[in-house]
Structures are given as C-alpha cells and as structure tokens.
T-cell receptor, first 111, second 119 residues
C-alpha cells in the first residue's frame, strides 16, 4: 500500500523555466509534509516542508502547495537551475515519528 | 562529526553471508531511522529508534534483519544470511525527535548511505 505516490518518475525542464513536481497521498491523517532532494551517492537533504494548517510555504525559489481536499501537494522551483537536477522525494507524517516517502521524481534541468 | 556518518560506504558480499552496517547519528539526536532504497524504488522505512528502544520495527523485511542502538548513539543494522534481494542502499537518518509529542521541524538528517551488493 503506497501511501505517498509520485507518479512521474522523471521530468525535464529548460533552465530558467518552472519545475513542478507532484505528490499524492492517501492517508488523511497525514498532517506534515516534506520535500527532500537527493544527489547521486549522497543522502537525501531536506528542502522545504508544510504543515496541514497551511496551503502554501515559500522559501526562495522553492514553493510547496498543499491541497488537502485533493490530498495533493506540489513543489514549484522557479527559476530552475542546472544545479537543481536531482531526485526529489516527498514525505508525509501524521505528527509522529514515522515518515513515509514517495518513490521520487528525477528532475533534469537542461542548460 | 557534524553529520550522520555511515560505514561501510560500499559492501560487496556473497549470498548467505552476514553483514553489519553502522550508523553514527548527529550528536544529541534521540531519534534514529533506517531506510533502504532498492534500485528504482523509493525510500522504504525499516526501523525507528527513540533513544535505545525501537518502538517500531514494522518495516524490517524478515527476521534475517535486526538492528540495535547502544548508548542512545551508534546503531548497527545486521542482515543475516544475505540474499540477492537485499541489495540496496541502506540509509540512516537522525533527528532531534519528539518534544512533548510534537515533531521538530520535521527534518531528518541522512547519512550518505551504505551500498550493499549481494552476489
């Protein structure tokens, strides 16, 4: 049972354009969501998070949107840069210790 | 060290052998996690420690897998009688844990992982 789903395994975007990465979840008890970025041969690193009491959180070029009714969140990167090329994982938790991760989306930003 | 440290970074072993993977979390972090990432898969939760106890071992794939944590710090993940399907990158993460039942920022700090290849 995949509670957190990232249906797009890969995405290619031109440098300077917007990258939109999507994530769907099934567990309505999830109340905190996170995005992690992973470069090859490195561990994932935290990027941005959002609580279920919000519908948007912004940090520089990164914005996460949460649509609770649709159980959907998305990560927007504007403008995209070649250094953003990585695998992006969304994760969710229901206010406890357990973080459930999606399968990841590989973003490639073309120069 | 400043970050989560894992060893070995790479391990090649023969089917049927036992392996031990080590994780040294960030100093002071009470919560420690093991995840694994198989080829083409996401991050699969294995086990969670709060201090030295493991309240959730539900992600361990079989009884060949075990983990312990001593002194609230270093953790060891042991895989006995390894099988080819155990080949994966095993990731350890730590966090400051729960404070009054409320998660911290939610940030898990991951190590670089231990890549296990079972021949």
């Amino acid at each position: 049972d995949q509670q957190v789903k990232q249906n797009s395994p890969s995405l290619s975007v031109q440098e300077g354009r917007i990258s939109i990465l999507n994530c769907d979840y099934t567990n309505s008890m999830f109340d905190y969501f996170l995005w992690y970025k992973k470069y090859p041969a490195e561990g994932p690193t935290f990027l941005i998070s959002i609580s279920s009491i919000k519908d948007k959180n912004e940090d520089g070029r990164f914005t996460v949107f949460l649509n609770k009714s649709a159980k959907h969140l998305s990560l927007h990167i504007v403008p995209s840069q070649p250094g953003d090329s990585a695998v992006y994982f969304c994760a969710a938790t229901s206010g406890t210790y357990k973080y459930i991760f999606g399968t990841g989306t590989r973003l490639k930003v073309l120069a | 060290g400043a970050g989560v440290s894992q060893s070995p970074s790479n391990k090649v072993t023969e089917k049927g052998k036992d392996v031990e993977l080590r994780c040294d979390p960030i100093s002071g972090h009470t919560a420690l996690y093991w995840y694994r990432q198989s080829l083409g898969q996401g991050l699969e939760f294995l086990i969670y420690f709060q201090g030295n106890s493991a309240p959730d071992k539900s992600g361990l794939p079989s009884d060949r897998f075990s983990a312990e944590r001593t002194g609230g710090s270093v953790s060891t993940l042991t895989i006995q009688r390894t099988q080819q399907e155990d080949s994966a990158v095993y990731l350890c993460a730590s966090s400051a844990g729960l404070a009054g039942g409320i998660p911290n920022t939610g940030e898990l700090f991951f190590g670089e992982g231990s890549r296990l290849t079972v021949l």
